[in-house]
């Protein structure tokens, strides 16, 4: 299972980004997909998932600005970002959790810093 993460970049707080992860080898639709992030000296934390059913579930802290979606078709789960806050810059991983053995893979991170 290979995932590939795009989309991170600099923007203004306030500001808006969308991150894009690929899964290869694994269909999303069928086990859990999520995003955490991990700021320099912090421990990785869970930002949103979304299960096969299309539920989901967001940390806290992005509630009400983040939304985690799925496009089947694509293979695809995409993070649209709003009102970025300077705290919400990380480097944000996409991550795949197969739901028969919770097995859980990673792609490679992509760079999100909110900054003026």
């Known amino acids: 299972v290979q995932l590939q993460a795009s989309g991170g970049g600099l923007v203004q707080p306030g500001g808006s980004l969308r991150l894009s992860c690929k899964a290869s080898g694994a269909r999303f639709s069928g086990n859990i997909a999520a995003w955490y992030r991990q700021a320099p000296g912090m421990q990785r934390e869970l930002v949103a998932h979304?299960?096969?059913?299309?539920?989901?579930h967001y940390g806290d802290s992005v509630k009400g600005r983040f939304s985690i979606s799925r496009v089947n078709a694509e293979n695809t789960v995409y993070l649209q970002m709003s009102s970025l806050k300077p705290e919400d810059t990380a480097l944000y991983y996409c991550n795949l959790r197969k739901w028969s053995t919770s097995t859980d893979y990673w792609g490679q991170g992509t760079q999100v810093t909110v900054s003026s």
């Open positions: 979304i299960i096969p059913n299309g539920g989901t």
